[in-house]
């Protein structure tokens, strides 16, 4: 069985107080200054490190990976897919989230606001002609806005967190691994092998990803009928498959596009990665480029 899925210039230097640490960063391709250590003093994404916020990190992967269930996602995707929570516009949604920290994340307790400007004005600054990736960088973690009472106050590991294929086996490059020993799909013989219920080169559009706010923007994007382009999607839709992108899993289920939007994927993760830090953007300087981009590629309001 297989599965179907619907599927004058203004630089960073603009909108950014830098800090004087230069001798505790190094430089990427396109002149990116990215720090070696997050803002704790640690290596990025270092889940191992013993540390009081690291222990609660793998409490929630514990939790995640237990009921992240093919049988969970398909329930999450026909409620949230209704897309009859709310209306408003894409700044409105940016501004909700000024109060949401995601616990899943080792290198970053700023609130999501911060994060989302930070990574669009990194990736405005070395490409100052794609501005489909300028707004890609700050609604990629819109869909954060689940954890808002307003859309039903999902739990944490509903929403963030690395994601990953449900109806396969689950790789074991994916963070905290073991605690899918616990999830139901791990001993079903239809799920539990590399292929599951897909088949060799299907498309990535036709995997069940994890549920969070990755599938939940993408459906938000294409329910609203949003002009950017597929790499756009691409991005929003797989930033957190770390799995893939990082560890290269899961690429016998790609197909010929997914190779080419994956290049895309690959140059935005390391924007939406080693951008966090305690950088502090002048939201008000920044506000009308995004809003001009806003209004280009999206709807004034949006259902959600």
Known sequence: MTILIDQPELGVEAGVNKLDNADNELVLDGGFVVPQTNSFGQTFRDYHVESERQ??????????HINQT??????????????????????????????????SDPDLDE????????????????YPNEDWMHLTGLIHDL???????????????????????VGCAFDKSIVH???????????????????G????????NNVMMSWGHDDYMYLVAKGNNTTLPPAALFIIRYHSFY??????????????????NLKWLQIFNKYDLYSKSKVRIDIEKVKPYYLSLIEKYFPAKLRW
């Not at 609660?56 to 995640?64: A, S």
């Not at 989302?116 to 600054?125: D, G, N």
Request: with cysteine; glycine share 8%.
């Open 70 to 103: 093919s049988d969970f996602v398909k329930r999450m995707r026909t409620e949230y897919g209704k897309l009859n929570k709310m209306e408003m516009g894409i700044w409105e949604c940016c501004e909700l989230l000024n109060d949401v920290i995601d616990e």
């Open 197 to 204: 219920v897909y088949l060799e080169g299907c498309g990535l």
């Open 55 to 64: 222990q609660g990190v793998e409490n929630f992967y514990r939790t995640n």
């Open 243 to 260: 799995a893939l992108h990082k560890s290269g899993a899961y690429r016998h289920l790609m197909n010929e596009e997914d190779t080419e």
């Open 177 to 195: 691994h073991k605690y899918f020993e616990e999830n139901p799909d791990y001993h079903n013989s239809d799920y539990n092998t590399k292929y």
């Open 143 to 165: 869909g954060k806005v689940l954890l808002h009472p307003g859309f039903g106050e999902l739990p944490q590991w509903a929403v963030v967190g690395d994601t990953f294929p």
């Open 111 to 126: 609130p999501q606001i911060e994060h989302l400007l930070q990574t669009a004005e990194a990736i405005r600054k070395d």
